[in-house]
């Protein structure tokens, strides 16, 4: 299984297998219940070293417990990288080859010697830059895909 599938499988694991622990959490105490959710995410990420962060950047997103690990994801793999250790390019052909023209692709972070590519679309977004990946979107067989290549291509991650 690819970098990405595996972390995001192992991630959804763990979460459900804790989801009535952070269910009862939320409904006494939301930070807690988001510290929790953060815990274990920190937890997968170190297996795969990295940092794993689930955001809920909308309200109400929290408490839509069977879309967790399954969207609105960051991996920060290496927080000292600022170029890719392939040409930018290759990494937006690679996005274009899989969402087609459904999805505007273009460079992002541009500064300070740092570069990045955003693919987005009006309803969400995946920024990839050269020390994380942040999917701003729920992951789709094609989103699943990119990342895949990105973890196992760009990243180096191991699973």
């Known amino acids: 299984m690819a970098a990405f599938s595996q972390i995001t499988a192992d991630l959804q694991g763990q979460l459900k ?7 009862l959490l939320l409904r006494r105490n ?5 510290a929790r959710i953060v815990e274990i995410g920190k937890g997968v990420g170190r297996k795969y070293d990295m940092n794993l962060v689930v955001n ?14 399954r969207r609105d994801l960051s991996m920060i793999i290496d927080y000292e990288r600022k170029r890719f250790p392939i040409d930018r390019d290759v990494i ?31 309803g969400w977004k995946i920024d990839i830059l050269p020390h994380s990946l942040h ?11 990119l990342c895949d290549w990105l973890l196992d291509e760009v990243y180096a991650v191991k699973a």
């Open 17 to 23: 297998r804790d989801l009535a622990q952070i269910m």
């Open 30 to 34: 939301p930070a807690l219940g988001y």
């Open 56 to 69: 809920f950047p909308k309200e109400g997103r929290i408490n839509e417990y069977d879309m967790y690990g």
């Open 92 to 122: 937006k052909s690679r996005a274009r080859e899989i969402f087609g023209d459904s999805v505007k692709i273009q460079d992002a972070y541009m500064y300070e010697d740092k570069e990045g590519v955003r693919v987005y679309t009006e």
């Open 135 to 145: 999917v701003w979107t729920v992951f789709d067989e094609r989103v699943t895909a």
